[in-house]
DNA sequence: TCGATGATTGAG
DNA sequence: TCAATCATCGAA
């Protein structure tokens, strides 16, 4: 596939690639909501800079819900790439994924581990029940409380820009307080499988001494 | 129908 | 370190 333009995340053609290539990729962006408007409260736009993202893959990916086949869960991760999969998981917690594949590859989607959160901050924190900055957005599943994603968002189209769930291009990281020089790929997390795939990715910086930093919003260390 | 499991979280 | 908690999946 040749390009003339460059991609840009609201082009179902960004996640028309490697899953893992997208994973990393998607470091930086921005995961926007929009709240739905009820009687007299005005809807409210919430968002975060994603800072931690996972890959899951096919047939060569043991750890992924797509290794053994389309089933009533997963056939989001066969689809048309760019839509959210969800899940509902260890019966307390919802995860959002992107389906992300290349051409000619059965399933694979970008699982959003963590962000840092940015507009709607008090949104967030209500639904999140704690005034913890460092803890609304820092885990799949807090992500999704925070966020106020549910079951019922699983397919939505993310490269819509009037989408009530969307991810957008962020020009401004380094003036949003949040330093990034590099993305750190390491093994995932909470899987068994698999473990050999180094399809994590985690937003860092490199201080004056050549230390990586990890960024303080990921979800948990190490 | 039924038992095992899990891409997690929060408390201790 | 460990329990909570239930939808999903695959075997029976």
Redesign the pocket.
Known sequence: MTLSYPLICPDTLFYARPTHIVARELIGKKLVRMTRSTNGMSSKRISGIIVET?A?GFDDDA????Y??M????FI?FGETGRA?I???????F?L?ISAKMDGIKAG???I?ALKPLEGIDVMKKF?R?DDEL?LT??????T?AFDIK?DDNGKIMTDLEGELHIEECEKIQTLGHPINTVLETR??????ALDKKWRFVMAHIDSRGNYIISKYA??QK
């Open positions: 996972e899951y750890a992924s819900h797509a053994k086949g089933t009533q869960r997963n991760m999969y899940y509902f998981t260890y019966g307390n917690h995860c994924n989607a970008v699982l581990r999140r704690t803890s820092s885990g799949p599943g807090k992500i409380q079951i995932r997390i909470g899987i068994n499988k979800s948990r």
